[in-house]
Nanobody, 127 residues
């Protein structure tokens, strides 16, 4: 079992930055691929970024490529999402998730791969 807790969300002006954290319980954090997803009001949950177990592989949605950076610190059992040049359309609840499957970047966009989810953190970007 893995419990995930997101933090770092908040209200920011367009063009600003935020860093989200995802703290995981348990000793097996490094055995999971980690993903970030987001869900805006009235919309489906969508993939944002993913990172391989040792951090040497990353994958991004086109909408955030070049602006967001996913990273992880296995010693701290924590994954991060650094968000820069934020836009109002980035407003959403952001979720982290853990995946026990093999690293296949293109496949990490699918929600049903993930075994554990956090409760989400709200990010609001004002124009």
């Amino acid at each position: 079992q893995v419990q995930l807790v997101e933090s770092g969300g908040g209200l920011v002006q367009a063009g600003g930055s935020l860093r989200l954290s995802c703290a995981a319980s348990g000793r097996t954090f490094s055995s999971y691929i980690m993903g970030w997803f987001r869900q805006a009001p009235g919309k489906e949950r969508e993939f944002v970024a993913s990172i391989s177990r040792n951090g040497d592989g990353t994958y991004y949605a086109n909408s955030v490529k070049g602006r967001f950076t996913i990273s992880r610190d296995n010693a701290k059992n924590t994954a991060y999402l650094q968000m820069t040049s934020l836009k109002p359309e980035d407003t959403a609840v952001y979720y982290c998730a853990a995946d026990r499957n093999s690293w296949a970047p293109w496949a990490t966009i699918f929600l049903n791969r993930y075994d554990y989810w956090g409760q989400g953190t709200q990010v609001t970007v004002s124009s």
